[in-house]
């Protein structure tokens, strides 16, 4: 009977809002990025279902509920890069260069440690587009035969990463631009680095959310083309 | 039914981003397509932002929880990174580093020498 509720879509559904809000609470109360709300739910539903013996195929038919909508999520982008792209027109120049640049080292850097310590050729693909918001990271790694949940897993981890040695780095290097700050953030960390890149001000926080759309379009195409070309020449 | 309405505007560009994906066998992900549209359509005036504004406000400002249950297949998948999972942290580690720090400097030398503008238009860009 308890496997009959537990397969129940509500099941699913109930435990994932329910744990996600639990871990909003905590992030509150101690807002460290160590306690991201997502990484933090994780932990927590993997816990729980571990300790009610319940299979990840039970949970998944109310999760899948949340995953259906990545997709429309990921359209509704589109909303926020319309509304920031005046900014982009009027900085275009650094940014552009920045972003397509910075991806390119950011991508190929990524590659080349993966092949010297001889990844498997699905887990380097799952990892190349990890700077770029989670909803397109996952489509690029589908489309290149990477395993969808290790992008994931890779993915928060840069954000988080990236938001921790992000604002030192910055530093060290002297720079000062709020453009600067903003799309470095917002391109290498995706929307954990633009929350960081928010607490500089309203510049570098909406510098940085440009810079994710941006960086998941120039990834779209930099991404496939690097893999390939580091097969052929290492692989 | 306002709310289905919106959702049905998203849920159509979507469709349509997977469906070209798809038949044109693109490397892009329909989902980026789909955004690629919706933009458009909007820059284009096909379509105004309050038509869109109030379901696509709901799926990002709650972004995050969507990703949830694929980040709980990490229970399935783990076996696969067991191996090698603190070099993948490692990877994360160097090449986030090096981003930000390139990014930075090389956005800010390009601004600084051919954006002189850069305080008016951060102004200009704050009111609208």
Known sequence: ?235 | MELYKQLLYILGFSFAGEVISNVFQLPMPGSVIGMLLLFCALQFKFIKVHQVEKVGAFLLENLSILFLPAGVGIMVYFPIIRKNWWLLLLITFITTGVSIGFIGKLVQWVKRKYEEDAIDIKQKGEQK
């Not at chain 1, 559904?13 to 807002?31: C, D, H, N, Q, T």
């Not at chain 1, 275009?92 to 950011?106: D, E, H, K, P, W």
């Not at chain 1, 397109?136 to 990236?162: R, Y």
């Not at chain 1, 959310?209 to 580091?230: D, E, K, Q, R, S």
């Open chain 1, 1 to 235: 009977m308890f496997q009959e509720l537990t397969s129940n879509p509500m099941f699913g559904l109930i435990v994932s809002i329910g744990m996600y809000l639990l871990a909003l609470e905590i992030f509150k109360r101690w807002p460290l990025p160590i306690f991201n709300p997502l990484l933090l739910a994780t932990v927590l539903v993997i816990f729980l279902l571990k300790m009610g013996k319940i299979p990840y195929k039970d949970y998944y038919e109310g999760g899948s509920m949340l995953n259906v909508l990545i997709t429309p999520a990921t359209v509704a982008l589109g909303i926020p890069l319309y509304n920031t792209f005046h900014l982009l027109k009027h900085h275009a120049r650094s940014i552009v260069v920045g972003i397509v640049f910075g991806s390119f080292v950011n991508i190929f850097l990524t590659g080349i440690l993966g092949l010297i310590f001889k990844l498997d050729h699905d887990i380097l693909a799952s990892i190349l587009p990890k700077s770029v918001t989670t909803a397109i990271a996952i489509g690029i790694s589908e489309k290149m035969c990477g395993v969808a949940t290790v992008t994931l897993v890779i993915v928060i981890a840069t954000g988080i990463i990236g938001s921790i040695i992000g604002p030192p780095i910055l530093k060290l290097l002297k720079v000062e631009e709020p453009v600067a700050r903003g799309v470095a953030l917002g391109s290498s960390a995706h929307a954990i680095g633009t929350a960081k890149a928010m607490e500089y001000g309203r510049v570098e926080g909406a510098m940085s959310g440009l810079a994710i759309g941006v960086t998941g379009v120039v990834t779209v195409f930099l991404a496939p083309i690097l893999l390939n070309l580091l097969g052929h020449w290492f692989m």
